[in-house]
C-alpha cells in the first residue's frame, strides 16, 4: 500500500511539474528557471544532496573531512573553496571535473586544490562548474552525497555568488555558524532564503571547543531560541568540533542526523520534491496573480499605474546613473590591470618583432612607396598575431577585472529588480501573493 501511495503521489508530483513547466514557458519566466531545473534533477536522482553552506571560515571543509574520516577537501587560514564539490560513495577513490564549458576531466585528489582551491584558481579563473569526488568512506550513507560549497560573506564575491546561484540545488541543507560570533543576520537571511528550496533546514554550531561547558550551553540556548523568533519555527542545531576531546559531537551527529537520513531515503526524497514543487508553484501562482490583477485593473488603476511609472523614472535614472559611475570608475582600473598584464612581455614582443622583420625584408619592394605599404601591412600582422598570442596565454589575468564589472552590474540589476518587485507589490495589492524578486 505505501508502494502504490508513493507511486500515486510521484505520477501527480510529474502532472504538476508538467503544468509548472508549460506555464514557464508559454510567459517565457525564465527567472524560475533554476528552481524548475532543480525539481526535474531532484525527480530524476536517485540520490539527494546534503549541502554545507555558510559563512567563508565557518568550517565548512574541515567538518566534512572529519565526517568523513579522511582529509579530501582542502582547508587554509584564509577562504579557500571556490568551487562547489560533490563527494558520494565510489568503490576507489574518483575526481571529476565539469567545466562551464561542457568539457570534463578525470583526475586524483592530489589535483583537487588546484580546481577547487581559492589561491590555486583565483575567481574559479579555469571556468570550473563542479567537482565531483568518489571515496569508498560514504559506503555507510547510501543515498546521500555531500556538498561542499564556498563561503558566503567574504572578500571574494564571485564565492558568495557560486553558494547562492547552486543554493536552489539543495535537497537537505546544514548550514555552519561559527561561534564566534554564534548567529549573524547573514546566517538567519541564508537560512530563510534556503527554506524556499528545502524543509530540511538545521544548523551545524562549529568551534565549539572555543567554549566551556557552561558556554557552550549559553550558545546553543541562544542560537536556538533566536532560531526560533526569527523564523518562527524551530530549527536542529547540532555542536561540533573536529578537536580531539570532542568525539562525542561526531557520534552524537551521526546517530542523530546521518543515519535517519539514510535510514529512510524514499520517503524522504518525496519530502524534498513535494516541497521544492511548492515552491515553484507558488512563484508562478504570485506571477499569474499579478497579471490577472494587472488585466482587471480598472481605468483609475491603470492611471494611478502610469503615474506611478512616471515617479519611478527617477528611481532609473538614479540606477542608470550608478551603473554609469561603476563604469567610468572601473575603466580607468581595467586600463591598469591591462597594462599590468602586458608591458612585462614588452621586450619579448619587440624581440619577436625585429627577428621576423629581418625575415621578412628581403622579401620588401626596392621602391619607397611600395616598400612603406608592404611594411605597414607586415606591421599590422606581425602585431596582431604577436599580441593575440599573448591574449590567449594571459587570458584569465585579462579578464579578472571585467569579470569584477560584470559582478558589479549583477548586483545592481539585483537591487534595482527587489525595489522594482517591492513597489510593484505595493501598487498591485499583493499581500498574500509571494512575488519573488527573480520574476521580474
Known amino acids: ?68 574520516g579522511r582529509n579530501i577537501l ?63 568512506e560514504l559506503a555507510r550513507w547510501p543515498g546521500v552525497r555531500l556538498i561542499d560549497t564556498p563561503g558566503v560573506d567574504s572578500t571574494f564575491i564571485h564565492n558568495t555568488e557560486t553558494s ?17 560570533p554564534p548567529l549573524s543576520k547573514q546566517d538567519i537571511d541564508l537560512i530563510r532564503k534556503l527554506s524556499t528550496y528545502t524543509a530540511h533546514l538545521a544548523v551545524l554550531l562549529t568551534k565549539v571547543d572555543l567554549l566551556s561547558p557552561s558556554e557552550e550551553q549559553e550558545v546553543l540556548v ?26 562525542h559531537w561526531r557520534i552524537h551527529f551521526q546517530e542523530a542526523y546521518m543515519a535517519p537520513l539514510s535510514a529512510d531515503t524514499d520517503r524522504r526524497k518525496q519530502e524534498i520534491i513535494s516541497h521544492k514543487l511548492a515552491a515553484l508553484v507558488a512563484d508562478c501562482q504570485s506571477y499569474l496573480q499579478l497579471a490577472q490583477n494587472a488585466a482587471e485593473a480598472s481605468q483609475s488603476k491603470r492611471l494611478e499605474f502610469r503615474t506611478q511609472t512616471v515617479v519611478q523614472k527617477e528611481f532609473v535614472a538614479d540606477t542608470r546613473l550608478s551603473m554609469q559611475l561603476t563604469a567610468r570608475q572601473a575603466m580607468a582600473g581595467i586600463r591598469a590591470s591591462i597594462s599590468n598584464e602586458l608591458l612585462p612581455n614588452e621586450r619579448i614582443i619587440v624581440q619577436e618583432l625585429l627577428e621576423s622583420f629581418a625575415q621578412a625584408k628581403p622579401d620588401f619592394p626596392r621602391n619607397f612607396g611600395p616598400m612603406l605599404a ?23 589575468d585579462l579578464a579578472q577585472p571585467v569579470a569584477g564589472l560584470q559582478q558589479q552590474y549583477q548586483r545592481l540589476l539585483q537591487a534595482f529588480r527587489d525595489q522594482l518587485s517591492e513597489r510593484t507589490m505595493a501598487l498591485w495589492a499583493l499581500p498574500c501573493a509571494r512575488l519573488n524578486p527573480r520574476l521580474l
Not at 508502494?3 to 508530483?13: A, F, K, L, P, V
Not at 542560537?223 to 530549527?235: D, F, H, Y
Not at 611594411?375 to 591574449?391: G, I, K
Open 1 to 68: 500500500m505505501l508502494e502504490e501511495r508513493w507511486s500515486e503521489i510521484t505520477d501527480c508530483q510529474q502532472k504538476t511539474l508538467d503544468l509548472v513547466t508549460r506555464v514557464v514557458n508559454t510567459y517565457a519566466l525564465s527567472a524560475l528557471n533554476p528552481l524548475l531545473t532543480s525539481c526535474r534533477e531532484a525527480v530524476r536522482r536517485s540520490d539527494f544532496l546534503v549541502a554545507v553552506l555558510g559563512r567563508f571560515k565557518a568550517g565548512k571543509s574541515s567538518f566534512l573531512n572529519h565526517l568523513i
Open 74 to 136: 582542502p582547508v587554509g587560514v584564509v577562504p579557500v573553496t571556490s568551487v562547489v564539490t560533490e563527494i558520494s560513495y565510489g568503490k576507489e577513490d574518483r575526481v571529476q571535473i565539469q567545466f562551464h564549458n561542457g568539457r570534463t576531466a578525470q583526475g586524483s585528489l592530489t589535483d583537487l586544490p588546484s580546481f577547487v582551491m581559492e589561491p590555486e584558481n583565483p575567481q574559479n579563473q579555469k571556468r570550473v562548474a563542479s567537482v565531483s569526488v568518489q571515496v569508498p
Open 164 to 180: 547562492l546561484a547552486w543554493a536552489p540545488q539543495v535537497d537537505v541543507a546544514l548550514v555552519a555558524v561559527g561561534v564566534d
Open 222 to 247: 541562544f542560537v536556538r531560541s533566536q532560531l526560533k523568533q526569527a523564523l518562527g519555527e524551530e530549527i536542529p542545531v547540532y555542536p561540533y568540533s573536529t578537536w580531539a576531546g570532542y568525539e
Open 374 to 396: 608592404a611594411f605597414e601591412n607586415w606591421l599590422q600582422m606581425a602585431l596582431t598575431t604577436s599580441l593575440t598570442d599573448l591574449s590567449e596565454r594571459k587570458r584569465a
